[in-house]
Each structure stands twice: as structure tokens, then as C-alpha cells.
């Protein structure tokens, strides 16, 4: 196992690098098999590649596994979606975990990460590690199937079985993205026909818990000072006078887990954990008392905010867009259904930075209530299945940094993951 070298880094050390649609799967936080069949489901095809093979184990390898086998057998699969490869993936296996696990060589075609949760023993991951593969280098040619010579993206993780290493590295072929940008246009209802546009643009989508299906994204409105401390800290008299809207553009969604580029222009970037409204039934002039009947889900988002240039526009009486509608400044969490977990009134919201608590509320702290906002808002605006609505923030809002691991939540919803790098 030797040739051109590799260069394995944190995510955060070669995210500036990599391509903007790939950082969602770079950061992927286990095994791909559940993340490629829930975008791709039945046309995804998992497949084996030939029989385990013996290969020397470098002398890198094996200072990064901790073993001094001079051996391995390698595993090479391939997840492919409507016969296209989209991912190749390579498992190294030592001589000595093979040793201590015969049952791996035993393998077939099952995925690994499907029998590792079947296994009753201690599993751990170490912190993944990305790389740019050379032409030369051996994971980059037994991932190719053509004599395309163009660099590919992989990720690597040393599983630890019962304290036996298992290498794991995933290779993320071109096909990928053309398949994710299909599979969500499978999704969409469109009212043009693609012989009336000159070109495809793919409509935003947010994940929904518990269903392949996801959630297409019409607009997305916020509501801004609508917690008394949150308005306090801010400046602002938190009077119940009418809710203070404003939007984002709909592509602003990212999906949770990913990781998002400190965004420029701004050196104070800002999280703000929220509860968000995803409306299934449209309207207008919609009755308090009917409001929640066109409510479809709720879950976690953070209204990412360039604080430096919000303040400017307050200061100078501008509108806030460049500050609040920026390219990935809405990371949310899988919506959960109302009728998974009914309506949200009440619970705990919270945001961490790096294991450190900054914001911890309760929803009963809202000033206007989701109804209300739903209702208000729908006297300015037709409402849509689709919309989403941020629905505010309370106090303990701050800046964040590159390396930064956001972790947000509120009670009976997805925890929401985000990486700034």
C-alpha cells in the first residue's frame, strides 16, 4: 500500500479546498449506507468488489492503526445509484483484528457499518480525516474506473473493535452530485416542463424525521426579537408591539451535520438557536384560533447572522438582508411532523459552542406565540406549503469561529449539528 502521498487533515483544514457540494457528505458524521439509501432509496445498489485481497500494511498505516502487522486484507465495495458509481469505499483490516474477528473475512456483501451494529462489544471512531487524492495514490486507482486522472476527495476513520482497529475509507466519486441533484428533483412538483426552462435549478429541500420523503422549501421567513431578553440584549424594548419580520432566500437551508464556511465580508458571525414553523397548508388572513392547522412540522435552525453588518444597517436605517440572508446561513435539523409529536408550546431550547452552554430557554418565553406569528405574517403574505419560519431567539446569542462545533436543541426534536470551518 504505497505510492503518491496523501495528505489527511481535519475537516477544517482543507474545507476552503473542497467543493462547496461535497461538504455535506464530507462531513457526514458515520458510515454512508443510511445517508445514500435515504437520498437515492430503492435505485441505490451496494455491492462487493472481487474477494478480500492480502496487501503489506505501509509503515504510516501502521503507526496510524497503533499495530506492527506487516499484513492486511482489503475490502473494496461500491455504492452505486441507477448503475452509476457514486462512492467507492476501501476497509483496511489488520492481521491482528482479523485474528480477533474471523467473522469479518465473512463479510459478503453486507455493509460493514450494518454488522459493526450488530456486534456486542465496545465500537469507537476516531475523529475523521480528509484528503485530496493524487492520481498516483493507491486508494485514488482502485477507486477509478476510467483513466480519468482528476483528483477525488476521500475521508477516512479508524474504527476501534473491542480496542482492534478497523480502517475505513470512502472515496466520493463525480456521479455523486449529479445523483443527489436528481433524486431531489425527483422530489419536486414542477408547473413548467424542463422544455420551457433553459436550464434546471434544483429546489431546496430540508429532511423529514422518520421518512425518506423531504420537505420542498417555498421561502423562508424570520421573526426577529420576539424573546424579552434576547430583545433586551439587542437593544430593543420588548414590548408586544407587531413581530419585526424579514427573510432569507430558500437555498440558505443546510442540512444538519453539515459543515458551513465562515461566511465573508462579517469578522462577527453570530448563531441564534430557533424554533422553526414549516407550514403544509397555505392562506391568507389566517385566524389565530385556525393557524396551527396549516402548520406541517417544526425543527431546530439557527438564524446565522453577520452581526457587524446588522449593526451597521440598524445604525443607518438600511434593511437587513446582507446581514441575515447570506449563502448557508440557515442550518436546520429534519422537520418532525405534527402528527409524529403533535404542537410545540412549551420546552427547553438551548445552543452549545464547543460543549459550552450560551443559550437556554423555554418556548413559553416567546412573545408571540406560533400562532400569532403565523397569523400576522399571513396578513402581509400569502402563505405557501413550504415556508419556513424562524420564529426567534432567545438570549446568550455570540460569535463563532472557524473550528467551531455548534450543537442546538429543543425538546422533542432532532439535536442540530453544525461545523463553522
Known sequence: MSGAPAH?????AVAARAPHELLSWLAEPGLLTARVRALCGPAMGFRRLGVLREAPLSSALRERLRVDDADCLLRDVEFCVSGARVVFAQTVLPASTLDRYPWLRELGDSPLGEALREVDEPLE??????????????????????????????RRAVYRLGGFPILVQEVFLPELLRAQAAARLHHEDHTMTA??????????????TGSAARFPVHRIYCVG?????????????????????????????????????YPPRTSNLHHEVELVVAIGKGGRQIPVTEALEHVFGYAVGNDLTRRDLQSHAKDNGLPWDVAKGFDHS????????????GHLSSGRIWLEVNGQARQDANLTELIWSVPEVVAELS???????????????????????????????????????????
Not at 435549478?201 to 423529514?208: E, N, Q
Request: charged share 20%; aromatic share 6%.
Open 8 to 12: 489527511w487533515s481535519p475537516l477544517a
Open 379 to 421: 396578513t402581509m403574505f400569502e402563505l405557501q406549503p413550504g415556508d419556513l419560519i424562524f420564529t426567534g431567539t432567545p438570549a446568550g446569542v455570540g460569535a463563532v469561529e472557524r473550528g467551531d462545533s455548534i450543537v442546538a436543541g429543543i425538546d422533542g426534536l432532532d439535536t442540530l449539528r453544525t461545523t463553522i470551518v
Open 330 to 341: 440557515a442550518p436546520i435539523s429534519a422537520i418532525r411532523p405534527v402528527t409524529d409529536g
Open 195 to 208: 422544455d420551457t426552462l433553459p436550464f434546471a435549478v434544483p429546489r431546496p429541500t430540508v429532511g423529514i
Open 125 to 154: 471512531r476516531e475523529p475523521l480525516e480528509y484528503a485530496e487524492l493524487p492520481a498516483g495514490h493507491p486508494l485514488a486507482a482502485a477507486a477509478r474506473d476510467s483513466a480519468d486522472g482528476g483528483l477525488l476527495w476521500a
Open 225 to 261: 426579537r420576539n424573546y424579552a431578553a434576547h430583545a433586551r440584549e439587542m437593544g430593543s424594548d420588548p414590548t408586544r408591539e407587531p413581530p419585526c419580520f424579514f427573510t432569507k432566500p430558500a437555498d440558505a437551508v443546510v442540512a444538519n451535520g453539515a459543515a458551513v464556511r
